[in-house]
């Protein structure tokens, strides 16, 4: 399961990122080609980039703590990463029918 949602975070962020992914897939080959895409995003401009942010639901939180960093591409590429994760895990979640559960759980 594990590597099924590693394999569809890849591909949400290729289509999304235009990302050449390379034949051994992991979590940081995805990063680094993402950090290499924030770099030139920001190399943009910032309004460009916050929209991007913005669009993606990229917590301003821990935006605003990554932007103090030293590498800030890396550490908003795994924030990228991580909230695309998010996403798939989620669909999975739902898609697999635990919305059953869930709706268990929220009846008084």
Known sequence: MEENILKETALALRAEWELELPDNLSEEAIINLLAARIVKIIERGPDVFYQLMY????????????????????????????????????????KTGKVNEVDDELKW
Do not use: N
């Open 55 to 94: 669009r993606l639901d990229i917590s301003e939180k821990k935006l605003g703590a990554v932007l103090q960093s030293d590498d800030k591409a890396h550490q908003i590429a795994r924030l990228i990463y991580e909230r695309q994760l998010q996403k798939i895990q989620s669909r999975l979640k739902y």
